[in-house]
């Protein structure tokens, strides 16, 4: 949807500071739901504080589960009363952007006793389903939606486990039929073609439940009851991922984020920083709930020439965006084997290469990822975010490069899962 918001950025010959980053989207999504399908309150502190986790905090809600927000502390306290006291909800639940609370909570909605109609705003309504819908339908799931696009209607049903092998690697399809397979009879395995994200496992593991990863295959039993638990969520590495970034790519600059998330399948930018160039120290400090948290050092030096391999691409998928602006002044990046860009909040190989290209940076699509070749500071210029979060701060980031001041437009897409992200900026760059 076109957005009325824009920001002015003034080039930054550097940005410095140290600083914390809000609470991770992907984990606080897994831990509200877990909690939810448990018996007794779980307290959830430093929740993710974008609209894409209020999403699922309001699916839950009027499913009948109650919720207590205290944003002064960021917490949030999930009321679980088990997975069998969700009531049927009076009108349809809505994801709103974020395709992670429709694809999970379509995997919980399988194997409850009544129908659900789940919607999403004009981005998550373009957004591939079907890769939730074929695993779903196997377990004995019916889904009704349109070519494979929401909204979906889900026609809960008895499920059944199955041996499930998708096509493309995703965390959010492997969580569906995970959480699916935890409401099914028998097992239900997942068999990856490459690791993805895997919170949904060692959430599973700190709520209680039992399951068995071996390699790429990731089982769960049917049948289990976990227990509440009170969790406290790390930094979010993707939001952490456009400090890094501008650290590396504008001399002279370094920042330090402390309490992190540096869960391995996530940490992938950090590599392709040192390739870069920069100079990268990582002191893990602590696990909590089964997932690594810690400060990450970051200072500017070399700007060289990085290439993303199709392998690196799961372990660094939302940081793509961020990524792109590195070269945005000196220095060149090649992304291949990312075709799933297309289908994120925005077609984010065309938003990018079209935003990048308006700031004057050189900037060219692949079928299946981009290139970026720095050239000195860029002229600036207007990008439009074209209401997707992450492109809304890699252009901001990309921008501090320019020679003249660049404009943003729908700078306010950043509220998915950045809501201080602005306020941050102009700190970093004072
Ligand atoms: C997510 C998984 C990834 C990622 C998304 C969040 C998750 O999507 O891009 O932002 O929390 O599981 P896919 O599972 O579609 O790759």
Redesign the pocket.
Known sequence: MPSATAITIKPARRISGRLGVPGD??IA??YALLAALVDGPSRLANFAPGADCHSTLGCLASLGVQIREDPASRSVTVMGRGFKQWRSPSGPLDAGNS??TM??MAGLLAAQPFSVTMIGDESLSRRPMRRVIEPLARMGARIEATDGHAPLMIHGHPLHGIDFAPD????????AVLLAGLHAEGSTSVREPAQ??D??ERALTTFGYQLDVAGLTTTVRGGQTGQPRDVSIPGDF?SAAFWLVAASALPGSHVEITDVGLNPTRTGLLDILRRFGARVTVVETATEAGEPRGTIHVEADRHGTVEVHPSEV?GL??ELPAIAALAAHSGQVVVRGAR?LRV?ESNRITTLVTGFRALGIDADEYPDGFIIRGNGAPAGGVAQAQGDHRMAMAFAVAALAGHGASRVDGSDAVVISYPEFWETLERLVA
């Open positions: 989207k992907s999504h897994r395709g992670t694809r999970m493309v690697p995703s965390a959010q399809v492997k969580s993805t994200r919170h949904t993707s799961p998928i939302d799933e994120k």
